[in-house]
Nanobody
Framework: VHLVESGGGLVQPGTSLTLACAAS????????MGWYRQGPGKQRELVAT????????NYADSVKDRITISRENNRNTLFLQMNSLKPEDTAVYYC??????????WGQGTQVIVSS
């Protein structure tokens, strides 16, 4: 399984941004997926996760009112819609996937900078 994130960039506070993660290799093996982030000088933290089926999303308390995770299994793509971005959302955002045997995969990350 190979994961490639896209959509990061420099944005102003209060704006929106959508990240995407394209899965390839053996995407049919993927179960749960998620987004993590690592801000400057901080540890990597969970942002949101989603099961393969519908209606199984989980969010970190710090973002749950502003962020939506979704996936399109037929396109093997994971999304993260972020609204009302704050400077503290500045981080490298990583895509994460778990396949059926428990093996975990990570993308290379996409940088999001929220600054005026």
């Amino acid at each position: 399984v190979h994961l490639v994130e896209s959509g990061g960039g420099l944005v102003q506070p209060g704006t929106s941004l959508t990240l995407a993660c394209a899965a390839s290799g053996s995407p049919f093996r993927i179960g749960a997926m998620g987004w993590y982030r690592q801000g400057p000088g901080k540890q990597r933290e969970l942002v949101a996760t989603i099961a393969r089926g519908a209606g199984s999303e989980n969010y970190a308390d710090s973002v749950k009112d502003r962020i939506t995770i979704s996936r399109e299994n037929n396109r093997n793509t994971l999304f993260l819609q972020m609204n009302s971005l704050k400077p503290e959302d500045t981080a490298v955002y990583y895509c994460h996937a778990v396949v059926r045997d428990g093996t975990e995969y990570w993308g290379q990350g996409t940088q999001v900078i929220v600054s005026s």
